[in-house]
Nanobody
Framework: QGVLVESGGGLVQPGGSLRLSCAASKMTLPLYDVAWYRQAPGKQRELVAS???????SYLDAVQGRFTASRDNAKNLISLRMDHLTSEDTGVYYC???????????WGQGTLVTVSS
């Protein structure tokens, strides 16, 4: 069973930057599509960014150009660089690893990002 652990969340001022990390273990990360999701209070969880096992990146329109996802398969790490943050970016951010082939889907516990002055 795979395990994902997020870190890097916290309080940041509007316009600031933050980098989230997700450590994967008990899984072979190169076999998985990875993604970052977020959930704001009172709203549905939404897909923020994804990177397929083949390296294709995709981003939510609202974060396009501001957020950059990356993966380091050798180190079993998934990252999300967030720049020019606004209050609308506030929420709990979750990392995800999914293999359609193996029918496996793993989630981290989440890390809270609060954008406020």
């Amino acid at each position: 069973q795979g395990v994902l652990v997020e870190s890097g969340g916290g309080l940041v001022q509007p316009g600031g930057s933050l980098r989230l990390s997700c450590a994967a273990s008990k899984m072979t990360l190169p076999l998985y599509d990875v993604a970052w999701y977020r959930q704001a209070p009172g709203k549905q969880r939404e897909l923020v960014a994804s990177i397929s096992a083949g390296g294709h990146e995709s981003y939510l329109d609202a974060v396009q150009g501001r957020f950059t996802a990356s993966r380091d398969n050798a180190k079993n790490l998934i990252s999300l660089r967030m720049d020019h943050l606004t209050s609308e970016d506030t929420g709990v951010y979750y990392c995800n690893a999914k293999s359609t082939l193996m029918k496996l889907d793993y989630w981290g516990q989440g890390t809270l990002v609060t954008v406020s002055s």
